[in-house]
């Protein structure tokens, strides 16, 4: 799963509580466009069920950069 979200400057201001989220997932960033910046967040499913986390949806998830 991937989770975005647009980067405003009040969240500059309150970045470590923003931080501290982010890195609960397996990997996060930033991604800059047009209209500013976007953070991102990637959580990988628990695999602790011997499932091999492959939900059988093939959509393309988009671009991580």
Do not use: K, Y
């Amino acid at each position: 799963m991937r989770i975005e979200f647009d980067v405003t400057d009040n969240d500059t201001r309150n970045w470590r509580p923003i931080l501290d989220v982010l890195e609960q997932g397996t990997s996060f960033g930033l991604t800059d466009t047009a209209h500013g910046q976007i953070a991102w967040l990637r959580l990988e499913p628990e695999s602790d069920d011997g499932h091999d986390g492959d939900d059988g949806d093939d959509r393309d998830e988009g671009d991580d950069s």
